[in-house]
T-cell receptor, first 115, second 110 residues
Framework: ETGVTQSPTHLIKTRGQQVTLRCSSQ?????VSWYQQALGQGPQFIFQ???????GRGNFPPRFSGLQFPNYSSELNVNALELDDSALYLC??????????????FGPGTRLLVL | RKEVEQDPGPFNVPEGATVAFNCTYS??????FFWYRQDCRKEPKLLMS???SGNEDGRFTAQLNRASQYISLLIRDSKLSDSATYLC???????????FGTGTRLQVFP
């Protein structure tokens, strides 16, 4: 087990709604990254937080936003949901400020279906 | 051109076979290279990092060719439990993010 948990495990929403996904990182891991994995694709980087500040962002629109809290938990918020937002959302925690430099530990993911 | 490209497979091999996956990347400045394994409907898990000199972990060997910008994963003596999707991962233009390939699916049959 990686020690990274995510909730909920599954979620169904309708187009236009808003959703909040949650992640609890390994204790001591100051960096959390969020990824979107569509069916048949590899995970795509959404953004990364280090000590509660955004520390890098992928090619996702502003309706994807996040928060990181001092207790190693974090949130991914998506506004104005679109059908294409249906995917597995993964969070990953790591020790280093630059997550690309070392092992990332993934949570089990949240499966989001937008109808 | 995609930043990280992999053959999606599937590769169907018998138990005991040797199988190799290749992956190419576009950013010549990339410094971090990994192979992750993802089981069906599960999260990715680090299989191994890839070092410039190549590295081995049991039945798994990873190699990096910077000149040609590709990395490889060799699996010897395949087991049924090796059936999974193998994701090639490279750091992108911005060193703070990882770029995943689409993955190569391996199915080992008895």
């Amino acid at each position: 087990e990686t020690g990274v948990t995510q909730s909920p495990t599954h979620l169904i929403k309708t187009r236009g709604q808003q959703v909040t996904l949650r992640c609890s990182s390994q204790s001591g891991h100051n960096t959390v990254s969020w990824y979107q994995q569509a069916l048949g694709q590899g995970p795509q980087f959404i953004f990364q937080y280090y000590r509660e500040e955004e520390n890098g962002r992928g090619n996702f629109p502003p309706r994807f936003s996040g928060l990181q809290f001092p207790n190693y938990s974090s949130e991914l918020n998506v506004n104005a949901l679109e059908l294409d937002d249906s995917a597995l959302y993964l969070c990953a925690s790591s020790l280093a400020r630059l997550a690309a430099q070392e092992t990332q530990y993934f949570g089990p993911g949240t499966r989001l279906l937008v109808l | 051109r995609k930043e990280v490209e992999q053959d999606p497979g599937p590769f169907n091999v018998p138990e005991g076979a040797t199988v190799a996956f290749n992956c190419t990347y576009s950013n010549s400045a990339s410094q971090s290279f990994f192979w992750y394994r993802q089981d069906c409907r599960k999260e990715p898990k680090l299989l191994m990092s890839v070092y410039s000199s190549g590295n081995e972990d049991g039945r798994f060997t990873a190699q990096l060719n910077r000149a040609s910008q590709y990395i490889s994963l060799l699996i010897r003596d395949s087991k049924l439990s090796d059936s999974a999707t193998y994701l090639c991962v490279v750091n992108g233009q911005d060193t703070d993010k990882l770029i995943f390939g689409t993955g190569t699916r391996l199915q080992v049959f008895p």
